[in-house]
């Protein structure tokens, strides 16, 4: 009982994020039906798949985001990584922001999950294919907006949101830069 009620909080983040999202009704049903059936579902032991934090980090304005160059996956993407057992995704995708950006100062944005996404990492150096069930959050950046590229990629940097097209055309990123775009042009009005 005790490994459900672990799961609980991302299950209700989820039925919160399909009454916003009802066009991703697919998805968010093939998520919430991993989370209901896999009690380990945080654990990177999991060699199906496991559960993921990712931060959409956007300075003050709202009109740059921070992304990295991968080092493992060799792409730009958003900041994060693996919940290894912690149920608090938000938690998770706030500790991977810093670690990976040395930035130390962040707010949530919004309304819960900002964004989800199911995508196969492919086998690498003797770990299996796997799935990524990744949960994505906005958080803006306060204060210094100085980063450090830590040794998890090739490279960090501010993009405008009409500029991530120029170094990624990755559906999911292209999702995320339409989402927070109708987002920000409403909170700037």
């Known amino acids: 009982m005790i490994r459900r009620v672990h799961r609980q909080s991302l299950l209700d983040q989820l039925s919160e994020y399909a009454s916003r999202h009802p066009e991703e009704s697919d998805v968010i049903r093939d998520f919430t039906r991993f989370v209901k059936s896999e009690p380990r579902c945080f654990e990177r032991s999991l060699a199906i798949g496991h559960i993921t934090g990712s931060a959409w980090v956007v ?40 670690e990976e950006s040395g930035l130390t100062d962040f707010s949530h944005v919004g309304h819960g999950i900002f964004d989800i996404d199911i995508h196969l990492i492919p086998e690498r150096k003797g770990d299996p294919a796997h799935f990524h069930y990744d949960v994505r959050y906005v958080l803006r950046a306060n204060g210094c907006l100085d980063f450090t590229v830590s040794e998890e990629s090739h490279d960090l940097r501010w993009v405008k949101l009409d500029g991530v097209k120029t170094l990624t055309t990755e559906p999911s990123m292209m999702r995320m830069v339409e989402k927070w775009s109708q987002q920000w042009v409403c909170q700037s009005r």
Do not use: C, F, P
């Open 59 to 98: 300075n003050a304005d709202g009109n740059e985001v921070l992304l990295t160059h991968h080092r493992k996956l060799d792409r730009w993407l958003q900041l994060g990584g693996h919940a290894d057992g912690d149920s608090d995704v938000l938690g998770v995708a706030m500790k991977e922001a810093e």
